[in-house]
């Protein structure tokens, strides 16, 4: 089993179409690849676990008064995004995003 599972990571690490698909979603080693990652998926997630319950309760209160149909939907939509808090997937995810960038930018650095 041990055997089976070297050899397929083998096979997936070898793979072109899989590196080639890693290599897209790998943010550029640029400022606006740095800012993008922090401002799309860990300063959500932040403001999810600190302000989640304030902010569904918030968005309940506004569905209550809020006499269109297109603001309540908003409205419902922004509890429902906020209800649980932060997701600790999309926390890591960013993380990971962030430590890969700086990887390559340092691994760069050292070939130069």
């Known amino acids: 089993m041990k055997e089976r599972l070297k050899n397929a990571a083998k096979r997936t690490a070898q793979n072109p179409v899989l590196r080639k698909s890693a290599e897209s979603?790998?943010?550029?080693?640029?400022?606006?690849g740095v800012l993008g990652v922090v401002f799309f998926f860990i300063l959500p997630e932040i403001v999810g676990f600190?302000?989640?319950?304030e902010i569904t309760?918030?968005?309940h209160q506004k569905n209550l008064i809020d006499p269109t149909e297109t603001g309540k939907k908003l409205?419902?939509?922004?509890?429902?995004?906020?209800?649980?808090?932060?997701?600790?997937?999309?926390?890591?995810?960013?993380v990971l995003l962030l430590v890969w960038l700086f990887w390559d930018w340092k691994k760069s650095k050292a070939s130069e």
């Open 75 to 94: 409205y419902w939509l922004i509890g429902k995004l906020f209800e649980d808090g932060g997701s600790w997937v999309n926390l890591t995810i960013g």
């Open 25 to 32: 979603i790998k943010p550029n080693r640029s400022i606006w």
């Open 57 to 59: 309760a918030w968005a």
């Open 50 to 53: 600190v302000w989640g319950a």
